[in-house]
Nanobody
Framework: QLQLVESGGGLVQPGGSLRLSCAASESTWGAYVIGWFRQAPGKEKEVVLCVSAGGGDTILADSVRGRFTVSRDNAENTVYLQMNSLKPEDTAVYYC????????????????????WGQGTQVTVSS
């Protein structure tokens, strides 16, 4: 069973940056599409971005395009979410999730399509 662990969350001022990590428990995770989601209080979980198994393709939500990037180190079993120019509306619990298969828009956006989830890490953007 694949296990995912997020880290790197915290409190940051508007305009600041954070880098989140999603570490996997086994090397076979290189076959999985990875999605980053977030959930703010009282809101539904929403996709932030997805990255293909090989790391070459990404799908980003409009709300983070130009500010968030993703990188994938399959040798280290880790995906990194670099968040720049953070805004108060980015405040949420951030989760990484994994699914087998190709990176497809419909599957990327749907939380129910993912097989494994991390426990989440809190990101708070506030002055």
């Amino acid at each position: 069973q694949l296990q995912l662990v997020e880290s790197g969350g915290g409190l940051v001022q508007p305009g600041g940056s954070l880098r989140l990590s999603c570490a996997a428990s086994e090397s076979t995770w290189g076959a999985y599409v990875i999605g980053w989601f977030r959930q703010a209080p009282g809101k539904e979980k929403e996709v932030v971005l997805c990255v293909s198994a090989g790391g070459g393709d990404t799908i980003l939500a409009d709300s983070v395009r130009g500010r968030f990037t993703v990188s994938r180190d399959n040798a280290e079993n880790t995906v990194y979410l670099q968040m720049n120019s953070l805004k108060p509306e980015d405040t949420a619990v951030y989760y990484c999730a994994a699914q087998l298969g190709l990176l497809l828009l419909g599957r990327c956006r749907g939380p129910h399509t993912y097989d494994y989830w991390g426990q989440g890490t809190q990101v708070t953007v506030s002055s």
